[in-house]
């Protein structure tokens, strides 16, 4: 048995070069599949159902790879439409494909696999005992169905009974990764450690390359081994990059769990073949002992309106860390006055965060740091916008003349960049879920329709 996958990219819409393809499809592979989604940027995706990358860049990928499909005559699949793999995600994505499809005459049968999970049906496994936390999963309650919009992230299952029902072109909503790629190997009877550390190797595209892109990779799996190989100019595999890759993600470099099991990398074996290909052995497969699919959610918890600021002061940075825990107990202060008490403070968060001082890190910096400058990231969150830039004017104002105990009268402590400094950044989103739901069936969470274009 010998079977080509061909990933174009690690994301659609993050622009692969039209040349690597054009290898991949010389290739002939058996199935063209790629990742359009996922949680790496955050909640707003999932909570707003907006995705990530423009229309335009989606657009222009999409219409090469139906083209490839429609010159090899073989399944495409897409997962994680939209970003956030909702409903909307895969209906925007579904109407694009027709319009494409129309313009390059092109003929096809279309599934839509649907993941969002309703209120009633998450509150009855909910009470049933049915959703499980995973580690450092926040608290929840049956309330939060009501608030948040969830998805459940599908396996290879749905994706397989729209291939068996003989769609060309499927369209998926939240789903594993690597389940795009597993699906149709584990149709033809290919084996599934293999199968699996294939899929995990390959799906975000050649971002295992040296230097890693957006670009794709071309595996053959066969009996005892798969072969991965990269497809752009200037690009090469090594075994380390192709290895290193089963971390990405994970906190365990040889343990990938999946709905219906686990992933067991721990005696996989990499070869280097040439510059370009590495050939991988010996992973194994062990299937869990009851099926899950994992549970995203998203809420709205506010707006936030956001200054930039900076400062090369010595003196101001050196007081920064004890002015402003007394700027924010005058601001809350303030909100009390300029609202005349109708906006409570404790309702208003204001935060600093100073970059160059341990921002990133946010207080667990291990050495302690001495800048020549400081950028300055105020963020105002408040109810609704509206609240969030009125206060981030004037906490905008105040924090531009903090008082400085070093200086005799006004000076200026944070320099802006633009005028007017304060910019509404639009609403925020917060992940209310990181569980499982139990004791499903693999495809019970998910609807699927199809249609020929």
Not at 354 to 373: F, K, Q
Not at 437 to 453: D, K, N, Q, S
Request: with cysteine; charged share 20%; hydrophobic share 40%.
């Amino acid at each position: 048995m010998e079977l080509r996958i061909l990933a174009p990219t690690g994301a659609l819409g993050a622009g692969f070069d039209a040349d690597a393809l054009a290898r991949g499809v010389a290739a002939r592979p058996d199935v063209i599949a790629c990742d359009a989604g996922s949680t790496d940027s955050g909640p707003a995706a999932l909570g707003s159902g907006t995705p990530k990358l423009s229309a335009q860049a989606v657009t222009r990928d999409l219409r090469l790879l139906l083209k490839a499909r429609d010159e090899l005559g073989v399944p495409l699949i897409i997962g994680s439409c939209g970003t956030s793999g909702r409903d909307v995600g895969v209906d925007r994505l579904a109407d694009l494909t027709r319009t494409l499809a129309a313009e390059g005459n092109l003929h096809f049968k279309l599934g839509l696999i649907y993941s969002d999970q309703p209120a009633a049906r998450l509150r009855s496994l909910y009470d049933e005992g049915r959703v499980r936390p995973l580690a450092n999963a926040p608290e929840i309650d049956r309330q939060l169905f009501d608030r948040s919009h969830t998805v459940a992230m599908m396996g290879v299952e749905p994706i397989q009974e729209a291939l068996q029902d003989g769609c060309d072109v499927i369209l998926a909503g939240r789903a594993s990764d690597t389940a795009l790629f597993a699906a149709l190997p584990h149709l033809r009877g290919a084996d599934p450690g293999l199968t699996w550390h294939m899929a995990k190797t390959i799906e975000c595209g050649a971002a295992c390359a040296v230097p890693p892109s957006a670009n794709g990779l071309l595996v053959t799996l066969r009996e005892d081994h798969f072969d991965v190989t990269t497809l752009a100019d200037g690009s090469r595999l090594t075994p380390r990059s192709v290895a290193a890759h089963t971390l990405y993600e994970n906190a365990d470099p040889f343990r990938v769990a999946e709905p219906s099991g686990v992933l067991d990398t721990t005696d996989a074996t990499y070869e280097a073949v040439d510059d370009r290909t590495v050939r991988v052995r010996g992973a194994r497969y062990l299937p869990a002992d009851g099926y899950t699919n994992k549970l995203e959610g998203a809420e709205l918890v506010g707006y936030q309106t956001v200054v930039i600021g900076g400062v090369r002061d010595r003196i101001v940075i050196d007081a920064l860390p004890k002015l402003l825990p007394m700027a924010k107990q005058y601001f809350d202060a303030k909100i009390l006055d300029v609202f005349n008490g109708t906006v409570d403070p404790a309702d208003i968060d204001i935060d600093y965060r100073l970059y160059g001082a341990g921002a990133i890190l946010a207080g667990s910096e291990p050495d302690p740091l001495t800048p020549r400058e400081l950028g300055v990231l105020i963020t105002v969150t408040a109810p609704d916008q509206q609240t969030a830039h009125a206060i981030a004017t004037f906490v905008a104002h105040a924090s531009s003349h903090l008082p400085i105990p070093e200086y005799d009268g006004l000076v200026s402590t944070l320099a802006y960049p633009y005028s007017p400094p304060e910019t509404d950044r639009g609403p925020l989103y917060r992940f209310t879920l990181n569980h499982v739901a139990t004791g499903v069936t693999p495809t019970e969470l998910f609807r699927t329709t199809t249609e020929e274009l």
